[in-house]
């Protein structure tokens, strides 16, 4: 079973993000009562950022045991480690690395610096999914593009179609850089909760289209994960003016 997507629609970014940030700490509380880590995946980007430095400003932070959180990305860019263009790099400016996370829980994907190809890098992203986080991930946060893209998953690209396979190499992005890693859509699925975070004008198109009714993820892949317990659509005013 999936949980229908639902829609809370915030004012603007700030509020979106501080709303998220309640809601990221409360489900690692919960998340924390039932296993003895919780399991998040991060996305990068502004939404990605945004909602680390609302978790710092957060009073309510502390609930978490930060030592059992273990850190995952859904993508990341092909690119050396502290490339300012890096998913994680943006993270880390953003002040991961003051929450209290173990380093050793924090899953980073190898770029060029250490790793041979973006198909090495994939393969021993996927090992360390088998080993650390094997069974359902407590949340999922993706970003979305103004194309309907998530993680890097972009409509009608060969990855999308990747089967039998936790992590997969990603070449021709329609979206610089052109190589990149991604969890793939059947990785994804083993969610209790997936949130999308969407600000901004510019993704109303894709937040409409990727709700719709008779929406496909071929053509807008944001329409592809959702969550066993929970989809949430986490978006502000902008994102969200053109939802029905």
Not at 117 to 145: C, I, P, T
Not at 207 to 217: E, G, M, S, Y
Request: proline share 7%; hydrophobic share 45%.
């Amino acid at each position: 079973m999936t949980a229908t997507p639902r829609v809370v629609v915030h004012p603007d970014k700030q509020a979106l993000a501080d709303g998220a940030a309640a809601r990221l700490v409360t489900a690692l509380v919960d998340a924390q009562a039932r296993s003895p880590e919780a399991q998040v995946a991060l996305t990068g980007g502004s939404m990605g950022s945004a909602i680390i430095a609302s978790v710092l400003a957060t009073p309510g932070r502390a609930a978490v045991d930060w030592s059992r959180v273990r850190v995952w990305w859904g993508d990341e860019r092909y690119l050396p480690a502290g490339d300012p263009d890096r998913n994680d790099t943006q993270n880390d400016a953003a002040g991961l690395g003051e929450l209290g996370l173990d380093p050793a829980k924090v899953h980073r994907v190898a770029g060029p610096d250490t790793s041979e190809s973006a198909e090495a890098s994939a393969e021993a992203y996927a090992q360390s999914v088998r080993e650390h986080g094997q069974r359902v991930w407590d949340v999922v946060l993706f970003g979305v593009g103004p194309d309907g893209h998530v993680a890097s998953l972009f409509p009608h690209h060969p990855a999308q179609q990747v089967t039998d396979a936790i992590a997969v190499a990603v070449h021709d992005s329609p979206k610089p850089p052109p190589d990149r890693v991604s969890l793939t859509f059947e990785c994804f699925e083993r969610s209790h909760e997936v949130w999308f975070l969407v600000a901004g004008g510019d993704k109303a198109d894709a937040v409409a289209a990727a709700l719709a009714p008779d929406a496909d993820r071929w053509d807008v892949p944001a329409a592809g994960p959702r969550g066993g317990d929970a989809t949430l659509w986490l978006v502000d005013a902008d994102a969200a003016a053109k939802v029905r």
